[in-house]
């Protein structure tokens, strides 16, 4: 079963070997056709991952300051998703994974 990140709007899900960004606002779910993308992310392709609290961003889904989680490609292509301030813990166990992988996958390189 894979770990997920439920954001404002995306999720996340952690895979063994990719990373699974999903569209999910309301967008998605009326026009599914047009808003209801997927982005898959081989490990192998992140650079890296990259949490944190931007200083003026402010939306109501996240009940007061949000968090950015952003996964930068090695194409320099970055994916990005807004986070309730509560998801933090979460949000740092994903980011350790992914880095874990990152670091596994350069040793073998």
Not at 43 to 63: A, F, G, K, S, T
Not at 78 to 96: D, P, T, V, W
Request: glycine share 4%.
């Amino acid at each position: 079963m894979s770990q997920v990140l439920e954001g404002v709007g995306k999720r996340l899900e952690l895979h063994p070997d990719h990373v699974v960004i999903r569209r999910t606002d309301i967008l998605a779910s009326v026009v599914p056709s047009a808003f209801g993308g997927r982005v898959k992310i081989p490990m192998d392709q992140i650079e890296y991952v990259h949490l944190y609290q931007p200083e003026r961003l402010r939306l109501e889904d996240c009940e007061g300051n949000c968090l950015r989680f952003i996964i930068i490609q090695r194409d320099h292509n970055a994916e990005s998703m807004m986070l309730n301030q509560k998801q933090l813990q979460a949000a740092q166990e994903i980011r350790a994974a992914i880095e874990s992988h990152i670091t596994a996958l350069a040793k073998v390189d």
